[in-house]
């Protein structure tokens, strides 16, 4: 007999809540593990141990036919918890009160991460020079004007000149900041947010091959940044250069 929909939601919130029990035990432990560390002077931030922790973790996923880069940003946020616990572990700050409801929009309830950056360059090599130089793992596209750099979860995408809309976006504005994508929930929903404020959209969602739907903003005078809005509706797949390029013509038809 099928489940009806109550009854599914039960099971996830039981799971989450057994979730948010494993998450507080795995916190007691680091803090054995920070008070370990003080008295033998050891380094808190271990580069190898996070390295085998990321491995693994993505190598289980895979065995349960979970999404290993989805794994890997789970378990890099708990990364980031655990070290903040290791370093406050004997520091006299005081532990601020908070509350369980903080959603303060809409969009506050879709809105999960900065997905990626795109910048525009007027050199592409040196611009891949200093990204990799910080130790940024740069890989080319389809695109041959296009690179992606990505290092701990964060992925920035460089767009170089040789492009008639691209060019005309590097004589106006200068190398920088092109927009910022935001990982959503759903963009069609963020899309009816943005039409509802009146914010003046760029597009319309646009759906790629990979399932991947995204809307943009036009560019705002006063921050200088455009935003753009992504839902990951099918594979997390390598970014596509032709999706890139088709902004920048948006960008130049508007």
Not at 86 to 115: G, Q, W
């Amino acid at each position: 007999m099928m489940s009806n929909l109550d009854d599914l939601r039960k099971q996830i919130d039981d799971i989450d809540a057994a979730i948010i029990e494993l998450l507080a035990q795995r916190m007691e432990v680091c803090r054995d593990v920070a008070a370990l560390k003080s008295q033998s002077n050891t380094a808190i931030i271990q580069p190898q141990r996070v390295r085998e922790v990321l491995t693994t973790r993505r190598q289980w996923a895979i065995n349960n036919d979970v999404d290993p880069d989805f794994a890997e940003q789970l378990f890099r946020i708990l990364l980031s918890e655990t070290h903040r616990i290791e370093v406050a572990h004997e520091k006299a700050f005081e532990k601020p009160t908070k509350v369980a409801d903080v959603l303060a929009s809409a969009l506050d309830a879709v809105a999960c991460r900065i997905d990626h950056v795109v910048v525009a360059v007027a050199n592409l090599s040196a611009a891949s020079t200093f990204l990799a130089s910080i130790g940024f793992s740069t890989q080319p596209t389809d695109d041959a004007g296009i690179v992606v750099a990505e290092g701990g979860g964060v992925t920035v995408v460089l767009v170089g000149p040789g492009d008639k809309a691209v060019d005309a976006h590097l004589k106006e504005h200068g190398s920088g900041v092109q927009h910022i994508a935001i990982e959503v929930l759903n963009a069609g929903y963020v899309q009816e947010l943005l039409k509802a404020a009146s914010v003046p959209l760029l597009t319309d969602v646009v759906v790629d091959e990979h399932g991947h739907e995204q809307v943009f903003t036009v560019l705002d005078p006063s921050t200088g940044v455009q935003l753009g809005f992504i839902s990951r509706t099918g594979n997390r797949v390598p970014m596509n250069g032709a999706n890139v390029r088709a902004l920048f013509r948006a960008i130049g038809n508007a």
